[in-house]
């Protein structure tokens, strides 16, 4: 009877104890993973071609990468290492701009033998010099191995879902008639999408020609330099050579507080 007494309690210990275990490993499972989203990924100052970055993969990392729209267009993308440094980069190739990530939920969180296993979702602003210019959810699963006691990313499966945005790529219908255009652009606004029609007339051939918007505003078209110029003579176009190209111009000016390019609609 003591021999089974002292059985039943080295085995409660045991189960105990790795209880226990087990708990920790996951606290700093979740800790890794706030810690490169939240604080790496979320600090424009850390650089992505620092070791400290390295330092969060393993060496035979994948991925991939999945992004939905407002439209709900899909890109999708497998990544390596490179291939996911250069999917942040992109976040941080422009003065001003940052992404900001909080995780909002750990779905699952667990530690098998030397192997994290996570699933949780984010959400993300980007901003542009202090103001948000987009927002949205990301859904994450990945993988990650305890190596000396260091967790390092071995796969990472992203789902990344815009809800809002506020500055963007805008795109532009123009119809022309000899020296009028109608421009129709398409701008993100929040949640949808919104449209607005501009009128443009430019002065016949000259060195210099003008640009009228909306029969107020006056732009400058130089065709020697091929240049094109605001109010003020602040150089908002170079290389243009078609009235189309001094238009998108005008109009990437005009509504700068939207759109970061505008395309030609094919």
Not at 152 to 158: M, W
Request: charge should be negative.
């Amino acid at each position: 009877m003591h021999y089974f007494t002292k059985s039943i309690t080295a085995i409660i210990i045991c189960l105990l104890v790795g209880s226990v275990t087990n708990a920790q490993d996951e606290g700093s499972l979740k800790r890794f993973v706030e810690g490169f989203y939240e604080g790496y990924l979320s600090d424009e100052s850390r650089s992505l071609n620092s070791p400290n970055f390295r330092n969060y993969f393993d060496d035979g990392f994948v991925g991939s990468d999945v992004d939905v729209d407002l439209q709900g267009n899909v890109e999708y993308a497998q990544l390596d290492f490179e291939k996911m440094k250069k999917e942040y980069e992109r976040y941080r190739m422009a003065d001003g701009i940052g992404i900001d990530f909080e995780v909002t939920d750990f779905h699952n969180a667990v530690v098998k033998g030397n192997t994290g296993i996570v699933s949780m979702q984010l959400d993300f602003t980007i901003n542009k010099n202090g103001s948000m210019i987009s927002k949205g959810t990301y859904n994450v699963s990945l993988t990650a191995k305890s190596i000396q006691e260091e967790w390092k990313l071995t796969f990472i499966n992203s789902v990344f879902v815009q809800s809002e945005v506020f500055m963007g790529k805008c795109i532009c219908e123009i119809y022309p008639k000899e020296t009028k255009f109608a421009t129709f652009l398409t701008v993100p606004n929040g949640d949808t999408y919104s449209n607005k029609t501009d009128k443009f007339e430019i002065s016949p051939d000259a060195d210099e020609r003008i640009i009228t918007l909306n029969n107020e505003q006056e732009f400058t078209w130089n065709t020697k330099s091929n240049k094109v110029y605001a109010p003020g003579d602040e150089v908002i176009g170079s290389s243009v050579i078609q009235p189309s190209t001094a238009i998108l111009n005008v109009l990437r000016f005009a509504n700068k507080d939207k759109c970061q390019s505008i395309e030609t609609k094919d």
